[in-house]
């Protein structure tokens, strides 16, 4: 079994990366879909440089967004570094979704037929070190005597499987709903954005696993992000999105009872 430091080359860096670790909001911001970087050891997985630079690989913008809402809320933000082509961070290790070989339209020559070794080597290089960091971050602000509220930020493609999406901003939940619910309820008295519950995925699409695992158990308000990346594509976009959703959480947060 490879240990670590073999899979990453000092060029590649770390797996994890955490931006104003003492930020001082009760909000913590995770970006699973933050890097479209691949490890050396996997070159291009096959891929073309189109692909390598679509929504398969990444979630464009969605960075830049959750820097500039970790700005405006003084939340810590925790990102992954590498592509979710290599192993997507939002799905647990037994997910055929972890790593794929097809996606959407794409077909990964560089994930068919993972052995079982190579899937563990994955697993324990990007996946596990990600979310032992969102659990630390949290047990911390536990010890500190602070609450914390996970929110997830991610982007989607405008046009999937040649469809459409008229949907701009999804907000998502599983089975705890509290600040979904006051966000929709906000943004429904007027918002210059079409914002949709469990759009344009929701909770039987899988994408809930990060809240699942830290937020939901241990009672903490939750809720996913989804924003069209067509409003994020550059600094200026994500700058008017993320005025939008930090307006949207802090008014949100306000509302609920503690
Ligand atoms: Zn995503």
């Not at 990964?108 to 324990?124: I, M």
């Not at 069209?228 to 005025?243: K, P």
Request: glycine share 8%; net charge negative; proline share 4%.
């Amino acid at each position: 079994m490879l240990v670590q430091s073999d899979f990453f080359t000092d060029t590649d860096g770390e797996p994890v990366a955490v931006d104003n670790a003492d930020g001082t909001s009760r909000v913590l911001l995770v970006c699973e879909h933050a890097s479209r970087r691949l490890p050396q050891r996997y070159g291009d997985l096959g891929l073309s440089q189109e692909a390598l630079a679509s929504h398969i690989a990444w979630d464009p913008g969605a960075l830049g967004l959750a820097q500039q809402m970790s700005q405006g809320l003084d939340a810590t933000l925790i990102h992954q570094r590498f592509s979710r082509l290599i192993y997507d961070c939002n799905r647990p290790p037994e997910s055929p979704a972890a790593m794929r070989d097809v996606s959407e339209i794409f077909r990964v020559p560089g994930n068919e037929n993972l052995s079982d070794a190579e899937r563990a080597q994955r697993t324990a290089a990007l996946y596990r070190p990600f979310h032992q960091r969102i659990g630390q971050a949290i047990d911390s602000r536990r010890e500190r005597g602070l609450e914390t509220v996970l929110v997830t930020i991610h982007s989607f493609t405008p046009v999937y499987f040649g469809t459409e999406r008229k949907v701009e901003i999804g907000i998502l939940h599983d089975r705890d709903a509290r600040l979904a619910d006051a966000m929709l309820q906000l943004a429904a008295r007027g918002s210059d954005y079409r914002v949709e519950r469990n759009e344009p995925y929701g909770p039987a699409d899988g994408v809930t696993h990060t809240l699942d695992v830290h937020a939901i158990e241990a009672g903490l308000l939750n809720v996913m992000i989804e924003v069209r990346n067509d409003l994020i594509q550059n600094e200026a976009g994500q700058r008017v999105v993320a005025g939008f959703l930090t307006g949207l959480l802090r008014d949100s947060l306000d509302g609920i009872q503690r």
